[in-house]
């Protein structure tokens, strides 16, 4: 087994020791990043069990907390770069308006006006050395991540929204921990009454664990959040968690799926203080030295993930790709990033992003 030092991914360990880290949060299913995504944003995934890439590039239909959002009067936002994989999400597709670039999230975390909920996604594909893959995703480097991580943190930290904001770092599927933990199997609701025959599954169990810190001034220093305390005596930590949390403190009109219904809400790790903090760093560490060489990564052949994040920017951009020749990470990340800017601006938005000027 192999396994990453405090020191090598200081970014995120040194998070994990000022705020709060979770050791019981599990992914929603023993499945890829799509599907588990689609959990945390709909506490569902529509029977589907694996990255079907047809359904993918028609979308999820189901509704999604931004929905929730909707309903209770507040703004959400989805920030990316490239191509944001909230676009697996059938319903958002036609909400545009909603979808900025990450130099937009500089410029409202500065101004103090950032929406309610404020989905950040990393940059999937490598395009030249200046741009890599921040994702995380093997085999890309673990440290543009932690660059991207710090960023984000420090230009919340610089807003003077600060005291009012909550800052979640997860991951979407198994990896992040060598496990020793039993993977849940009891008591486990199936979200909807729907299942999977390709591959067979039924939903009526949880993934490994994955790392989830997260981060406010109204967290203490140093926090373990281990197993769920209710609702159901067999709750637990899985991204249905974070639907379900956010319905305990904006009171939504009713929950997503069964699944979400039962997750272990999390609001309980901001009640502890009666006043913000005020020793929270304004600046992280250094991010550790390259574990790897990143200077041809942007050569890498397109993986899984990468190829139904394009076939996403094809359905949309009405084109097929197999009228493409597309080789590598550069190619299909500009491809995708030109087929989004292109459906965003028939749609009247503008988006102001270096990439798209490559």
């Not at 993918?56 to 770069?81: I, M, S």
């Not at 440290?143 to 420090?154: A, C, D, M, R, S």
């Not at 919340?156 to 993977?183: C, K, Q």
């Amino acid at each position: 087994m192999a396994a990453w030092s405090a020191e090598k991914l200081p970014i995120l360990s040194t998070l994990a020791t000022e705020f709060a880290v979770f050791d019981h949060w599990h992914a929603s299913i023993p499945g890829p990043t799509e599907v588990n995504r689609a959990f945390l944003l709909s506490a569902t995934s529509d029977g589907i069990a694996d990255g079907t890439p047809e359904v993918l590039a028609e979308g999820f239909p189901q509704k999604t907390n931004f929905q929730q959002f909707d309903e209770v009067g507040k703004e959400w936002g989805v920030f990316f770069e490239l191509l944001p994989s909230a676009l697996f999400m059938r319903q958002l597709r036609t909400r545009i308006e909603n979808f900025h670039s990450l130099l937009d999230f500089e410029l409202v975390c500065q101004s103090g006006s950032l929406p309610t909920y404020s989905y950040v996604e990393p940059r999937w594909y490598s395009v030249t050395d200046e741009f890599p893959a921040n994702d995380q995703h093997p085999s890309h480097s673990v440290v543009e991540g932690e660059k991207l991580i710090k960023w984000v943190y420090e230009t919340v930290r610089a807003s003077p929204a600060w005291n009012e904001t909550a800052l979640i770092i997860m991951y979407d599927e198994h990896g992040g921990y060598f496990d020793h933990v039993p993977t849940p199997l009891n008591g486990i609701p199936n979200p909807d009454g729907k299942v999977s025959l390709d591959p067979p599954f039924n939903f009526r169990r949880l993934g490994l664990r994955v790392p989830v810190v997260v981060v406010s001034p109204w967290v203490d220093k140093n926090v373990i959040v281990s197993q769920a305390k209710g609702p159901t005596p067999t709750s637990h930590y899985e991204h249905s968690s974070i639907a379900a949390t956010f319905n305990k403190i904006f009171g939504f009109p009713d929950y997503l799926t069964d699944r979400d219904r039962w997750a272990g809400t999390f609001e309980h790790v901001f009640l502890n203080r009666t006043e913000p903090r005020t020793d929270c760093p304004m600046k992280l560490p250094p991010v550790a030295a390259p574990t790897k060489r990143i200077d041809l990564e942007h050569t890498q052949p397109l993986n899984d993930l990468q190829v139904n994040l394009l076939r996403v920017a094809a359905e949309l951009g009405g084109v097929d790709l197999n009228d493409y020749s597309i080789e590598n990470e550069r190619e299909g990340g500009l491809l995708a990033g030109k087929l989004i800017s292109e459906y965003f601006r028939s749609h009247g938005k503008i988006l102001d992003r270096e990439l798209l000027k490559l």
